[in-house]
């Protein structure tokens, strides 16, 4: 039996699906497509790669690395899905995914479960997490090949590697040339890796029928990619390994936080997992396989490609949430929060949320980045979060806003609570319009239900409960000279953010 790890890497940003993906609540684990349509990219993902379980490969505990900020996102997308057990590795900040991956491969090596006698050393089958896969049973079988192509070396050094049949010179991804004869498990000798190519250049890739899209889905031992990076890249292994051994580890329910140290996470090099190994790898020590996946792949790297991906009606729209259309074609329109309509337009992104509204030619959506790059020039909020805010105990909504207020509509989840916290610049006034709160205010502690309502002064130490079955609903009504996200000091908090 092959003992198989799958991992998730889950740090992207997304920034080209800008305003729907943001740092705060990033693409993957937005809702956009793929083969189950109430899923997201990142559930989608995690499901797609434990399937790989058949009578010769054993699945361990999914690893999923995610940046600190999203723990929670992950967690509550993770507790919908049934009988997956999974470790959250979260990184302080991002450092690209070379390190991330060797966080993997440390914790497969000598996590929970782990090493035995030092011989714990399991197959890793590593994908993104946002990218869609149309045929499940195509994807499942390209990467069971993947994991036979490595079992079957017995130097342990081998590396596989899933490439995208291409369907179009398509300039956005980078290729894999490979030698045309292929192996007992349909893989092929990679013979180079080849960065984004002109227009023209892709067109030669696409008539030659031996180059293919690099999907970044990876399959190797733990122990091969710590050896290959300790070849080509030992000052990423060793700034890595530095982090791991000052980890900390804790846990919510069944699930498993494990936190490297935070300092020395900060001063890995940044680099991807391609440029540090994998593009090192062919005519090296370390001999990468290809197998070949058609299988209606995308990785949704800007809106047009949602638009590819997506149904279309009989003119080549595809809409989400509330849409009226007419004489209008090829075009993208989601709306979030209220009705959009378009008129005699072609070849559009249309998209809405409750506080952007984003309109691109379809040929020029890669360029969201730049109206990010502006954003966060001009540090506004829209570039990192939405008007409605997840956090660990539900979700806030900011519904109006003006000179010294601010209204939010907050839902607590039951047996959850906010922080016990205070403001030096803002007072408060909760009022419950569903379910039963549990208020802290200075000494007091008092219960409310519907209708009914409370003052918090400015300076006060104060929490925010949920004691019941149903969710907590309460408006709160802010006043004072600032009313920032950061003016909160924490004096105890379940989530670990005191």
Known sequence: MTQVTPVILCGGSGTR??????????????????????QSLFQQAIERINAIANADIELGDTLIVTNEDHRFLALDQLRELKDIQATLLLEPSGRNTAPALTLAALQAKDGAGGAQNGLHDPILVITPADQTVKNSGAFTKALQDCVAVVVADQSNKTIAILGITPTAPETGYGYIRRNPQAGAHHEYTVDQFVEKPDAKTAQVYLNDGNYLWNSGMFVLRASTWLA???????????????????KSIDASGDTVFVRPGKAQFNAIPTESIDYAVIEKCPQSKFPIKMVEL?????????????????KQDGQGNVTSGDTLLTNTSNSLVHASSR???????????????????????????????????????????????????????????????????????????????????????RAEHWIVVKGVAEITNGDQVITLTENQSTYIPQGQTHRLANPGKTPLEIIEVQSGSYLGEDDIVRFEDTYGRS
Do not use: C
């Not at 290959?228 to 000052?246: N, Y």
């Open 17 to 38: 699906l800008w305003p729907l993906s943001r740092s705060g609540f990033p693409k993957q684990f937005l809702v956009l497509s793929g083969d189950n349509s109430s």
């Open 228 to 246: 290959a990076l300790k070849e080509f890249r030992p000052d990423i292994l060793l700034a890595t390994d530095e982090a791991w051994q000052a």
């Open 294 to 310: 058609d299988a209606g792949w995308n990785d949704l790297g800007a809106w047009d490609a949602v638009w590819q991906v997506g």
């Open 339 to 425: 009705l959009v309509s378009a008129v005699g337009v072609e070849n559009l992104i249309i998209i809405e949320t409750a506080d952007a509204v984003m309109v691109a030619d379809r040929a020029n959506s890669q360029d969201v980045k730049h109206i990010v790059n502006q954003l966060e020039a001009q540090k506004r909020e829209e570039k990192n979060l939405h008007r409605k805010v997840a956090r660990p105990w539900g979700w806030y909504d900011s519904v109006d806003e003006g000179e010294r207020f601010k209204v939010k509509r907050i839902q607590v989840k039951p047996g959850a609570s906010l922080s016990l916290q205070m403001h030096h610049h």
